[in-house]
């Protein structure tokens, strides 16, 4: 059984940081959260914005407190708006309901956390993460159907 | 006359969550709220996201806050949502205009509180509470016409 | 190893708002929390007053986000007013530094969350929740040294 | 000229929950922020509870946000409580003015940014992080009078 310690959550965010340097990708930061929603790493890129830690830990916040990964929370934001505007106002935003936002689980399906990714397009800020989870050994949930 | 105390609200929302186990339904929250709005019994099956108590409490509270069951606020959130998002501000969130919000009466009709649930489809939430609310010999107003 | 289910919860809110009926002490709301600080049940005695809970919640929250019981912490607010001035303005008063705070252990001494209390003086909130918490089973940690 | 890059902020903040793990000093959350206020990197000792970030954040928030260290700006909160209290309000609770906040400079004295720790005593915390500042080569400023 894998334990997410803040070691592991470090190496993940770190990973992830580093993937979008190698990549062109714009500078991220990067929110790895426990199951519970508690933050154990949270990085920024020196050249990421500075409301980038909010919005990378938001949408790993809200992954983990909706249960859904962040492309389900797209489409059902998109669905339900004065469901998600309730929502938001309820939480003071911490849900953000957009790509880039992965719930983090080990071999056997347990769910470890959630990272939450921001700094480029949803699609890469996402890109950028699934990469460094294969990287440190760990399964991502995005939101969309398995492959 | 019914009075609905905290027992029979904490047996009611615990019905709802057993509902929820017994149906293969996802996790569940339940907030049962008095006829002012203030809680008397919020549970949480312990495999809930941890969102879904605030969002159960928002269902109960809207229905209330309002006077209609759920399924007709999500009817007038969607005719006028300027009117909603004003509401959204207003309450910082407390109305969340969807199904799975239900009014409790008596056998008179007598308004007695309200319940909300969160967790799975909000079509789910609302079936597990009107199993519950017969279980407990309550009356649930959804928001649709009576049958 | 005990796990803090919701109904194990809801037994120990129960039996704490019972335990104030049957000794004449005021009404009282109950909130028990899992160690992450999500709660698991809160349940308000009808005839309490209705800032209750939030209150109760507070205490449980503030025992848990800072890793001691109400006792210790109204120890430390007492000594460093600007400090729990900052972490009042920071939770949003999620903290309530006083007695009716308790820390939940099972009989290995490992974390299973916490209740709050109140309603009645800090003491009798406290004196509920130790008798309710030996009903079920568990041991409490109220941040006073041990007998 | 030392650039404070999130690589070295991680570095520095792991060293500082290593230190105390190695001390047997309680779990601990640290905060690097540059020197305009902003995360550069926040991690949580798995054990430490969970509003530890916030006020590791703040404590170097504050120090940056001010131009101390914690134990001046201690110092101050205690002599002038009525000016903390706004500058409480004011900020919603981000100056956290205790020990554990430290100024972080390169060898020619330039201001890179500040940590901030929580978990342990204020004189623990701080005292890992000055372990952990001398390990990778910075220099901390507490508040005191250099020695």
Redesign the interface.
């Known amino acids: 059984m894998t334990?997410?310690?803040?070691?592991l959550?470090?190496r993940l965010?770190?990973a992830t940081?580093r993937q979008a340097r190698a990549r062109g990708v714009r500078p991220l930061a990067a929110a790895v959260l426990?199951?519970?929603?508690?933050?154990?790493?949270?990085?920024?890129?020196?050249q990421a914005s500075?409301l980038r830690?909010q919005i990378a830990t938001g949408k790993a916040r809200g992954c983990?407190?909706?249960?859904f990964g962040g492309r389900e929370l797209a489409r059902r934001a998109q669905a339900?708006?004065?469901?998600f505007?309730?929502?938001?106002?309820?939480?003071g935003g911490e849900?953000v309901p957009v790509a880039g936002g992965i719930l983090l689980r080990d071999d056997e399906g347990r769910l470890l956390g959630a990272i939450g990714v921001s700094g480029d397009t949803s699609d890469n800020d996402e890109r950028c993460a699934l990469l460094a989870i294969e990287e440190v050994g760990l399964r991502g949930e995005t939101g969309d159907p398995q492959p």
Chains 1, 2, 3, 4 share one sequence.
Do not use: K, Q, W, Y
Not at 3 to 7: A, H, I, K, N, T
Not at 34 to 46: K, M, N, S
Not at 64 to 67: N, T
Not at 85 to 91: G, P, Y
């Open positions: 334990l997410l310690d803040f070691e959550a470090a965010a770190a940081l426990d199951a519970a929603g508690h933050p154990l790493a949270v990085l920024r890129d020196e500075f830690p983990l407190g909706m249960g339900m708006p004065a469901f505007d309730a929502i938001n106002s309820l939480t849900v």
